[in-house]
């Protein structure tokens, strides 16, 4: 059920910085943003893949890696906020929300 809508953006800016909701597929291959996607309850997520197991933290770690590897930030700056062990995780983007955002878009823009 992929879905692009200008509308509907996982992230928001919040103080300090942006969240973004996503949903991630461990051991998919490659480490990869696959676009944004509407879940089954209408929630905005952006898809990516790590080639990482969901076991021990491994698959959130390469989620914050690739992430910040390409919205250039330092990974010390993405944090889990919620989801820890699920496939819809919420992470907290610190830094300036409308730079962050506006990486986020033109990202997001180049996957469709």
């Known amino acids: 059920m992929t879905a692009r809508s200008s509308a509907a953006r996982p992230w928001r800016a919040v103080a300090g910085g942006v ?4 949903r991630v ?3 998919g291959g490659r480490d990869a943003i696959d676009g944004l996607e509407s879940l ?5 997520v952006l898809k990516l893949r790590v080639r990482a197991l969901p ?3 491994e698959a ?3 989620v914050i890696a690739l992430l910040a590897k390409i919205l250039k930030l330092p990974k ?7 989801g820890g062990a699920s ?6 983007l610190a830094g300036d929300a409308n730079a962050i955002s506006a990486a986020l878009e033109k990202l997001t823009k180049a996957e469709t």
């Open 19 to 22: 969240l973004i909701d996503i």
């Open 25 to 27: 597929t461990p051991k």
């Open 40 to 44: 089954s309850n209408g929630q905005a």
């Open 55 to 57: 076991t021990d933290g």
């Open 60 to 62: 959130n770690a390469a």
């Open 76 to 82: 010390s700056s993405i944090a889990l906020e919620r």
């Open 87 to 92: 496939r819809v995780k919420t992470l907290r």
